[in-house]
């Protein structure tokens, strides 16, 4: 059994900042790609940002220069430094990792359960 844990959201003001973190936890044998993904009301879930477990970075268009990915693979975890925030990127921003878990041969894909971002002032 493998769980992500997402913390770090909150209200926070346009122009502001927050740091997500995810932390993996269970059976796991290795962990590749991790990332962020948000949905926000009415909308579809769409990708944030990726990182592979080599350490490389990928951002959709709407955050890139404001949001950092990386991760810590001895913890288990991926960050998501957020900067300069707008009231659009208000969501419920999600965790995704692919992870092999002890005792499996393949990839499988794990989500956590969102932790909510509110820019407003």
């Known amino acids: 059994q493998v769980q992500l844990v997402e913390s770090g959201g909150g209200l926070v003001q346009p122009g502001g900042s927050l740091r997500l973190s995810c932390a993996a936890s269970?059976?796991?044998?290795?962990?590749?790609?991790m990332g962020w993904y948000r949905q926000a009301p009415g909308k579809e879930r769409e990708l944030v940002a990726t990182?592979?477990?080599?350490?490389?970075?990928r951002y959709a268009d709407p955050v890139k220069g404001r949001f950092t990915i990386s991760r810590d693979n001895p913890k288990n975890t991926v960050y998501l430094q957020m900067d300069s925030l707008k009231p659009e990127d208000t969501a419920n921003y999600y965790c995704?990792?692919?992870?092999?878990?002890?005792?499996?041969?393949?990839?499988?894909?794990?989500w956590g359960k969102g932790t909510l971002v509110t820019v407003s002032s």
């Open positions: 995704n990792a692919g992870v092999v878990p002890r005792g499996h041969l393949y990839v499988m894909n794990y």
């Open positions: 269970g059976s796991i044998f290795s962990i590749n790609d």
């Open positions: 990182i592979t477990s080599g350490g490389s970075p």
